[in-house]
């Protein structure tokens, strides 16, 4: 039962043009949820997280929106650049079940220059 | 400030050997989460643990694996008789207290199992 989907495996970008990066997820108890990249044979890095509260949050070159209706929230990168890419995993969390953080499966992201 | 750091990186075991895990986490931090990545797969919760306490284990399988994390040292994550399918990256994060702190994650262990 996999909660959190990232149906795109991978994405190929433009050097300079927008990445959108796409997560959808099924538990209506997620309340707070986080974006991290990851390179190979290193551990995932925090990059930017949203409140159900919010909508869209923002931070330099990254944007998060979040569709609560749709259950689904999306990571904007604009510009791109060569250094993103990288596997990006959409993470969430439900307060009242604990500190766990519940992962998609990942998105491949390919900048070309 | 050193990150969260983990030992062994690579780890090669025989079917039906003991796997040790070890995760310091950030100074100041005294909440730690170990989190199992399968080939091709996302990270999969498997405990959390606050200093001498399991607080969440509810993401770990019922036998050969136990966690723990002492007052002093580092969390130890324990596979006892490890078969192929343990074969995955263990990532330990950690962060400073409980409630909406981002989670910090080490460069992660790779467990081989031959």
């Known amino acids: 039962d996999q909660q959190v989907k990232q149906n795109s495996p991978s994405l190929s970008v433009q050097e300079g043009r927008i990445s959108i990066l796409n997560c959808d997820y099924t538990n209506s108890m997620f309340d707070y949820f986080l974006w991290y990249k990851k390179y190979p044979a290193e551990g995932p890095t925090f990059l930017i997280s949203?409140?159900?509260?919010?909508d869209k949050n923002e931070d330099g070159r990254f944007t998060v929106f979040l569709n609560k209706s749709a259950k689904h929230l999306s990571l904007h990168i604009v510009p791109s650049q060569p250094g993103d890419s990288a596997v990006y995993f959409c993470a969430a969390n439900d307060k009242a079940a604990g500190n766990k953080l519940t992962f998609g499966g990942g998105t491949r992201v390919l900048v070309k220059p | 400030n050193a990150g969260v750091m983990q030992n062994p990186r690579h780890l090669v075991r025989r079917r039906g050997q003991e796997a040790r895990l070890r995760c310091s986490p950030m100074k100041g931090h005294s909440h730690v989460y170990w989190y199992r990545q399968l080939p091709e797969e996302g990270l999969k919760f498997m405990v959390y643990l606050q200093k001498e306490n399991i607080i969440d284990e509810s993401g770990m399988p019922k036998e050969r694996f136990s966690a723990e994390f002492p007052k002093e040292g580092p969390s130890i994550l324990r596979i006892q008789q490890v078969v192929r399918g343990d074969s995955a990256a263990y990532f330990c994060?950690?962060?400073?207290?409980?409630?909406?702190?981002?989670?910090?994650f080490g460069p992660g262990t790779r467990l081989l199992v031959l």
């Open positions: 994060a950690s962060s400073t207290r409980s409630g909406r702190e981002t989670q910090y």
């Open positions: 949203i409140s159900s509260i919010k």
